[in-house]
């Protein structure tokens, strides 16, 4: 398959790219700026990359033509100035990806979206209705970086209504990190609820997302967290101390230091499961 990676500079996007290739793909890499340093693993001729702006639309539709299947991380990871910034670049970046693989005919999208459309750590004030969180929590960010997130989602619902064909995968991936100890820092981490994600394990989701299934159609959202918690301690000893006025959804269970989001869909429809570290072929 010819994929297309987005922001394909930075640190998932390099990991989707290193795996993309492992597994046999061959890959369009683009980003507004080239790596600040050659990865060994782009030296093969299945490998391109190519420096664009992707608020133009001309431009995506150009570095889009002729694949099968993108994969669009391209965008500010933050919001940024809290005003314009980050909501207008990711908001028309998204779009502009969306329609353009609609004119192209490409059928297959993942798109990064953020644990952050649930009012989270970039918040004023955390918005939490039930715990473990799943897709049918309501979200409510009250920030620029979760509603462009909200809004890219927003989009593909738009777009798949209209390209019946188009299976669009929007991936609500957490604090991506190429190790766990990353992740335990000191710091105030229960707006985020403790969780991360090994950036190899994120790859992995965005390359099970584009894949043949019959398990799925349209556009769907999934959460991609650590089925931990970044620490060893008891979960609901942090529930009690932190937010106990959150209920446990009826049905669930929450034990050991169990992270306190639900992908069992992502685990149904996607077949991935989170692991701190994929063994990597050489290419």
């Known amino acids: 398959m010819k994929l297309a990676v987005t922001g394909a500079s930075g640190s998932v996007g390099k990991r989707v790219v290193k795996l993309a290739l492992e597994r046999g793909h061959s890959v369009i890499g683009t980003d507004t700026t080239k790596p600040s340093s050659q990865d060994p693993w782009t030296n093969t001729s299945k490998y391109v990359f190519k420096t664009s702006d992707l608020t133009n639309f001309d431009n995506v539709l150009e570095v889009l033509a002729g694949c099968d299947a993108v994969i669009n991380l391209a965008g500010h990871p ?117 969780g991360y994600v090994q950036e190899d394990s994120v790859a992995d989701a965005f390359l099970l997302a584009i894949e043949d299934t019959e398990k799925w159609s349209g556009h769907e959202r999934f959460f991609i967290v650590s089925s931990q918690t970044a620490y060893e301690e008891d979960t609901m000893d942090l529930i009690k101390r932190y937010w106990p006025g959150v209920p446990i959804k009826k049905g669930k269970t929450i034990v050991g230091n169990q992270g306190l989001f639900d992908c069992s869909k992502a685990a149904e429809l996607l077949g991935w499961q989170h692991k701190n570290g994929l063994t990597m072929k050489k290419v």
Request: charged share 25%; with cysteine; hydrophobic share 40%.
């Open 78 to 194: 933050n919001p940024l100035d809290y005003k314009v910034k980050t909501h207008n670049n990711n908001v028309v970046i998204s779009w502009n990806v969306l329609r353009a693989c609609a004119e192209l005919g490409i059928n297959r999208i993942a798109q990064a979206s953020s644990v952050n459309v649930i009012a989270m750590a970039y918040s004023k004030e955390t918005r939490f209705h039930y715990f473990p969180i799943d897709e049918d929590h309501p979200c409510e960010p009250d920030e620029p970086y979760g509603l462009a997130k909200l809004i890219c989602e927003m989009q593909a619902d738009v777009i798949v209504r209209r390209y019946k064909s188009m299976r669009i995968a929007s991936l609500r991936f957490h604090l991506s990190v190429p190790d766990k100890s990353v992740a335990q820092e000191p710091g105030e981490r229960e707006k985020d609820l403790w």
